[in-house]
């Protein structure tokens, strides 16, 4: 790459370019920053704050000082700020691939591929006569084919990292739309890169040859990471990060491929983006690498990166009558194939209109590849045409600036990205289930993970569980070290050295898990006062759009059976939870060794019961139990107990397979049992009828017999007893239970099964059900 070469200071050069080039990365922060904080309260997101602020310092404004002009732009500005361009779009699109989530593209690959096409396929169109008309204005000749691709580019490319940031910026980055954005918008653009690529390669000797060498480097980076990743893994065993000696060689190798396949006329977005797509994701060193990269790209690399784009950007070459024309026709083409075909595809597709209308205006966004085509030479040695340079760096930063501030308008104030599921109940089973762990100390990593493990068991249906690691913020903390005085790997934020050696134990836990059932954990961490460390659950539960949070009980189990309190103050942080949690919760009583274990893996099939007496709540838990009942290492039977001079009659026949069992019992009128009924119906000829899982009905009439019941129901190995906190007002099944009750977070049959009393060996999930609202019947399974 010319960015990388003859970094010193020329004759001409009147202040040292690095100093410069400083100077102005410290403008470009400076100015963004300011830009962003005054624009974030009109809904403008960090990408148009960051453009912005490359137009003032640039040319536009700023740089139109003579004396600025003088000290920004010399004879070598131009490789400095290619090199810089050439670092940071490395790490950036490095970071891009490790944050792609792989099973959401495999799952989607015909969506995204249809609505990133639609445009593309336009563009490839009408891209024809806007190089006719733009070759007789500019008297192009020589490289048409060149300037063909160019145009093609400008026409079809969408900047992956404006849209990242912008769907980011706005939290609609865990929404099904914000991430259809995201990776349609990497489709598009990894696409033009290769489609460029391929056909400069079969055009030109040189560059077929260098494709090539470009591949052969790409798998090597890929195979060596791979390997690299694993052993540093290994040699760090007993730490949570890998050390930074190690992060460095991995950063060499990849800067290394990169520079080689950058000095061969091929930009490196593809090759650091399937670097880092491909790094094994079950290892400490894909954690510490996203540790390190996501504070320094989103704070540093991005603004960096958006400001040197806007910095190109010079307004005196749009004051001629003709060039204005021109910008406007490239402008309304650009906008036009990528509007009409997006909303084309996803007419075909049967999208809602409004999000339709948001993709199409998220893949307008440019400002990266198009602007790497823009700066390269069309032949070797031989540079654009500056008209043809300016006009094109004109319409791809005039479109985004134009462009975003609509974008994120509709962003803001769309309501698509503001609902989500929020039960399991309106959950389809065949859908993403999103989740929330919270754990305390290593004791509690077990029990979660044996209900991520059990929630996974679906084949057709994907599960984001995220593992949140509680810790109480101290009073006060002082430390008399030096940053250069710290050991090795402590080098990291304050904040990493909150729950001591709990964190290892921890990041093992997952690791081992993560390794033997191949489902990806995302592990994260919430240092608060336990005063108010619930506000940021539920904060982290709306962020991540979880459909349940699952909440370890203040109590474990002692060698002798009994129940032992080990924090209280668990069980205040689960009741304000609960009290205004954004989704269902689930409280998990663990009973250690005796209790649920591991589906995956496990030497024996895993025994669970949930009872449903009526209410939201237990519709709730036998929602639940459907996606347990799908994992092959679980049985679920089902148990509906019955007021004995209830109405209700036996509409099902007992089902002799233990695949599964679920104890109900339902007590309940009106529109409520109606639809106590409706769903237990359908749970019958779904699972029941197909054998699948079995319904037993207990009879009872007041609360000592369906005391007696449970008693006898525990008799049997269970290894996990699910059921809903409340929901029964004036249910005869459940009458004096509550007058012992101790833990009322549990519910009246909660406490109960999890009272020492009961005799119970088998681990206790209970479930409480978000309150049903209206923008929920758009997830509602039909």
């Not at 944050?99 to 609505?115: G, Q």
């Not at 090597?220 to 390997?227: D, G, I, P, R, W």
């Not at 061969?264 to 797509?277: H, K």
């Amino acid at each position: 790459m010319e960015g990388t070469e003859n970094l010193m200071c020329r004759s001409g050069d009147s202040f040292n370019p690095w100093i410069t080039s400083s100077f102005q990365v410290s403008c470009i922060l400076v100015t963004s920053h300011i830009f962003h904080v005054l624009l974030k309260p009109l809904g403008q997101p960090g990408p148009f704050a960051q453009l912005l602020a490359g137009v003032v310092v640039g040319p536009t404004l700023l740089s139109r000082i003579s004396k600025v002009k003088d000290f920004f732009i010399q004879a070598s500005s131009a490789e400095y700020y290619m090199f810089f361009s050439f670092l940071c779009r490395m790490l950036f699109m490095f970071y891009i691939g490790l944050e792609t989530d792989i099973p959401y593209v495999k799952r989607n690959i015909r969506v995204v591929s249809m609505v990133a096409g639609g445009g593309s396929i336009l563009a490839c169109i009408f891209a024809v006569p806007l190089l006719w008309l733009l070759s007789k204005v500019f008297n192009v000749s020589g490289y048409g084919f060149t300037f063909y691709l160019l145009i093609f580019t400008v026409l079809a490319n969408s900047a992956s990292p404006v849209v990242l940031r912008m769907i980011a910026e706005t939290k609609s980055d865990t929404s099904d739309l914000g991430r259809l954005a995201i990776y349609t918008s990497l489709f598009n653009e990894m696409s033009c890169v290769v489609i460029v690529s391929l056909l400069t390669a079969f055009t030109t000797n040189a560059k077929f040859f260098g494709a090539i060498i470009a591949i052969v480097f790409t798998a090597t980076a890929v195979f060596l990471n791979k390997y690299l990743s694993l052993f540093f893994n290994k040699r760090n065993r007993h730490n949570r990060f890998v050390t930074n000696s190690e992060i460095f060689i991995i950063m060499f190798l990849l800067t290394s491929v990169s520079a080689i396949l950058e000095s061969n006329g091929y930009t490196s977005i593809t090759c650091c983006f399937l670097v880092g797509l491909m790094f094994p994701r079950e290892c400490k060193t894909c954690r510490t690498l996203l540790h390190k990269l996501t504070y320094a790209v989103n704070n540093f690399i991005l603004p960096v990166y958006f400001g040197y784009a806007g910095f190109q950007f010079d307004i005196t070459n749009l004051f001629n009558k003709l060039t204005i024309l021109l910008a406007v026709i490239i402008l309304l083409l650009s906008a036009g194939t990528r509007t009409v075909g997006t909303l084309a595809a996803c007419y075909y597709l049967k999208m809602p209109r409004s999000e339709s209308i948001i993709l199409s205006l998220l893949l307008n966004m440019k400002g990266n590849y198009d602007l790497i085509i823009i700066n390269t030479p069309p032949v070797t040695g031989k540079l654009w045409e500056e008209d043809i340079h300016n006009l094109f760096v004109s319409v791809v930063i005039l479109k985004t600036l134009i462009v975003a501030p609509l974008v994120a308008v509709l962003l803001n104030r769309d309501v698509c990205f503001a609902h989500y599921p929020t039960t399991l109940e309106i959950l389809n089973p065949d859908s993403e289930l999103r989740l929330m762990a919270c754990v305390y100390i290593p004791r509690h990593v077990s029990g979660h993970v044996s209900l991520i493990s059990a929630l996974s068991g679906c084949q057709t249906a994907t599960i984001k569980p995220y593992m949140v690691h509680l810790v109480e913020l101290p009073k006060k903390r002082k430390s008399k070290l030096m940053y250069h005085q710290l050991e090795e790997g402590d080098q990291f934020s304050d904040e990493e050295e909150y729950g001591g050696n709990d964190i290892v134990e921890i990041s093992d836990a997952l690791n081992s898990f993560i390794s033997e059932t191949k489902i990806l954990v995302h592990q994260s961490k919430i240092v608060s006062p336990f005063l108010t460390i619930d506000q940021a659950v539920r904060e982290f539960a709306k962020d991540m759009r979880v459909s349940i949070i699952f909440l370890p009980f203040h109590k474990h189990q002692r060698i002798d059976g009994k129940m032992e309190n080990s924090m209280e103050e668990i069980r205040t942080i689960n009741h304000k939870v609960i009290r205004d949690a954004p989704c269902s919760v689930g409280i998990f009583v663990d009973r250690g060794h005796t209790g649920f274990q591991q589906p995956h893996g496990a030497p024996s099939v895993q025994n669970i019961a949930t009872f449903f007496f009526s209410g939201s709540d237990d519709r709730e838990a036998l929602a639940c139990s459907k996606r347990m009942l799908m994992h092959s290492q679980v049985n679920l039977t089902v148990f509906r107990f019955i007021q004995t001079n209830s109405s209700i009659q036996n509409t099902w026949v007992n089902n002799a397979s233990h695949k599964d069992e679920v104890i109900m019992a339902i007590s309940s009128d009106g529109e409520e049992h109606e639809i106590d009924n409706a769903f237990v119906d359908a749970f019958y000829n779904r699972y029941v009828a197909q054998g699948k899982a079995s319904l037993i009905e207990k009879h009872a009439s007041n609360g000592v017999e369906t005391v007696a019941a449970l008693r006898e129901i525990l008799g049997e190995m269970y290894s996990l007893l699910i059921v809903g906190k409340a929901g029964r007002r004036n249910c005869p099944l459940t009458t004096g239970l509550s007058d012992w009750e101790e833990c009322p977070e549990l519910g009246s049959v909660g406490d109960l099964l999890a009272s020492s009393e009961m005799n119970n060996n088998g681990s206790l999930l209970v479930v409480q059900r978000h309150q049903h609202s209206e923008a929920d019947d758009d997830f509602a399974t039909p």
